[in-house]
């Protein structure tokens, strides 16, 4: 029976490290106002005077887990790159990757579920190899998130939170009887609650995409959040779908080591864990350090929990589990060959 397994990760980050402090002035904030409300410390954000798009720290990232896997590009069926933030308009960021790759027909999907990019990049890779359809696939979650934040004071609810970062996955399927690879997957999706997180242009329903007025005049094409309603769907959607995985996969909670979130606010992942009644050191939590870098959050956690060595043995069991804009929910269950 065909399995996806994780064969690698990688990371990379932007060179430039913005603390707390210096976004105090820039956004009318302080140290212990971000921190209180998100947990977050510092992120990472592109260089000013850089041109670097998502693609950009995809690559990083994926020649990163290219070499510890021992693939080279050519091995490569399939890439599937889960960004909100492309480089341009289009073509997809996939297809921009595949090029700095060297590659030229190898096939190339991109992801809009933001948020929860990687898991439904996840499980459509899963999808891909249990179908027979690939059987190398290069899995990135990449985000520039920097250089369309609205950095005033009138944009710094969202501003804080929002860092820049990229991560790759090299998955492969197996023959194998074993119980490892993916084993469950669960995805949701309520359009309804769109405009509870949501970045409006450019925009294709308007009579005009792009006007002098809109650009000089609207914040409407800056990220826009209700935060209170988001915390309290994630509050109740991640418990529900983290006991549907689990019971989908025939498993219980207690056979879980780690559980991987999506990294949006470090409230919602302790208060998260509370209503699990998990011990906090079951839940791995590194948005201190950067941001929320949506698509990129889950991979890259993933990829540092395996270098610190608290995942990555023979039958460790990790889940991952997101909530995002869409609203866009859900969870996998993996377990380590």
Request: aromatic fraction near 6%; hydrophobic fraction near 40%; glycine fraction near 8%.
């Amino acid at each position: 029976m065909k399995k996806s397994i994780i064969r690698s990760t990688g990371r990379a980050l932007p060179s430039r490290v913005v603390t707390n402090d210096d976004l105090v002035e820039l956004l009318d904030t302080s140290d212990e106002w971000i921190k209180q409300r998100t947990g977050i410390e510092q992120r990472y954000w592109v260089p000013e005077d850089q041109e670097i798009g998502a693609s950009d720290l995809g690559f990083d990232a994926s020649l990163i887990a290219l070499d510890r896997a021992g693939w080279t590009p050519e091995d490569i069926d399939f890439i599937i790159f889960a960004t909100l933030s492309p480089d341009i308009f289009f073509p997809g960021s996939g297809c921009l990757l595949q090029d700095k790759l060297g590659l030229r027909s190898t096939p190339a999907l991109d992801i809009r579920q933001q948020c929860t990019g990687f898991l439904y990049g996840l499980a459509t890779a899963d999808s891909y190899i249990k179908s027979g359809l690939a059987s190398k696939i290069l899995l990135v979650g990449a985000e520039v998130h920097s250089t369309g934040l609205d950095k005033t004071p009138r944009g710094r609810d969202v501003s804080v939170i929002f860092g820049d970062g990229a991560a790759a996955l090299c998955v492969e399927g197996v023959d194998t009887d074993e119980n490892i690879g993916v084993i469950a997957s669960c995805l949701h999706a309520d359009g309804k609650q769109a405009d509870l997180l949501f970045a409006e242009l450019p925009a294709s329903r308007l009579p005009e995409r792009i006007t002098v007025d809109l650009i000089q005049n609207s914040t409407r094409h800056y990220a826009s959040m209700n935060g209170r309603a988001v915390f309290k769907n994630a509050l109740k959607k991640l418990p529900e779908v983290t006991k549907e995985t689990l019971e989908k996969a025939n498993m219980k909670l207690e056979d879980v080591d780690l559980i991987i979130p999506h990294q949006a606010n470090l409230r919602i992942n302790q208060a998260y864990c509370d209503i699990l009644k998990l011990d906090q050191s079951k839940m791995f939590n590194n948005i201190q350090k950067y941001g929320n870098t949506t698509a990129a959050t889950i991979p890259l956690a993933l990829d540092e929990a395996m270098e610190q060595g608290l995942i990555g043995k023979k039958g460790d069991v990790v889940m991952f589990t997101s909530l995002g804009a869409g609203l866009t929910w859900g969870g996998i269950l993996y377990i380590f060959p």
